[in-house]
């Protein structure tokens, strides 16, 4: 990370919304100015729990590798403090089951060290580091409600804030917070686009790709079994048939946290039954067996706001200055895919990467350069999420054409191939943690194998 940089024009940078992507960039913005205020309208919690702010906090979650690897450089030692408060270590290769459809994955030890937890921790832990700097302010319980500008209305001056509580809105009190840079980081629920027409300015196009996916999530207390050397199963339904996915991930206090979801509007029940019916349907049977012996502790919670949604900031020609968005408030994905926390902590480094190019020098020009670099960042994990999604008859918004058609041929065939090779199966882990981009499952030898078993199959 950058060293701590001050200037005149450095003074007060604000963040709208205190989930992971605005913690995260209220630790890079620490760097760049003398105060940071985060301005978040729930309230965090004393202890590692869902709350209200975070509607699909209830539901599993995953550090990628490379959202780690960011997070651990943002916040150093924060791992070990994470495993202390009981996240899981996991190598991914060797400690899961991961079955797409066509069988298996080889267990093979690899280099892909996540840790499993509930996200409330995660989000806790950062939070709770958060509070030992004095420069950053953490305003619980208030809401943006505006934007305050200049006189020429071209440059964003501050934001304007109201106590949330059960009073009707127009009892409370409006007031005025002053800053030189203001982050919107408020997620899926971001009014962005509406203010900035309020200002006059042209709001981004936006682009939406919807599986209608659902979710259902429910924690378990595992049950006996001395034999097991697993903490993880993944699971997905074949090149095939495509609707159904299964995960359990092993989380602190050694319980289970188990996600059934289904695409096509093919929901998972939320009762029990219901939920345990809809794991023996899964092309593997492991999950379903182990669940039949556990112990259901919470409540089965369901969640259906997973949309792969995109507003293109980068492509509008006037944006007003000291302004950028990020995170869910810029592009949110299909949270099937996991990529969500750790896109969220790659673009709060970009971030960081920007400020840094204009140290000592006024913000100007700022916007569109982080905009601009932002939607690079997400390219490749919108393309891994909505090619996927494509495949499905019943997604609506997904591009199809000879291109995509070309590519999710390769990719199917690349799947079938995952139980069978290793080195398939590594570049393909590797690439879904966005620990490398997809030009990895191109690689000239890869590229064979799929061919030539291709010609093989159609000989026969």
Known sequence: MSSHITSPHRKHAIVIGGGIAGLATARVLFYHFER?????????????????????????????????????????????????????????????????????????????????CSRALIEWQIHQLLRLSPQIRILEGYEVVGLLTDAKKQAVAGVKIRERNTQAPSEHTTQELEANLVVEASGRSTQ?????????????????????????????????????????????SSVHQRTRAGVLHTIEDHRWMVSLAGAGRDYPPTDEAGFLEFARSLPDPCLYMVLKEARLLSKIYGYRQTKNRWLQYEQLRHLPENLVMIGDAVCAFNPVYAQGMSVALLEAKVLDACLLKYQGKTLRGLVPTFQKALARTVAVPWQLATAADSRLPTTEGAQRNALSTLFNWYMDHLMARLPYDDTIAQAFAEVIQLAHSPGLLFRPDIVLKILVRNTEQEKR
């Open 192 to 236: 962005m686009p509406q203010w900035l027409q309020e200002l006059g300015f042209l709001p981004p196009s936006e682009v939406v790709v919807d599986p209608f996916l659902g979710y259902a999530t429910g924690i378990y207390e595992p049950g006996l079994d001395p034999e097991r050397d697993w903490k993880s199963i993944i699971i997905q």
């Open 36 to 116: 940071v205020t985060i301005v978040e309208p729930d309230h965090y919690p004393e202890k590692p729990a869902f709350r209200s702010g975070v509607p699909q906090g209830r539901q599993t979650h995953l550090m990628l590798l490379s959202g780690r690897s960011v997070l651990e450089e943002l916040f150093p030692g924060i791992t070990t403090k994470l495993q202390a408060q009981g996240a899981i270590p996991l190598d991914l290769l060797r400690e899961a089951i991961m079955n797409f459809g066509e069988g298996r994955i080889h267990r093979i030890p690899s280099s892909m060290m996540l840790y499993t």
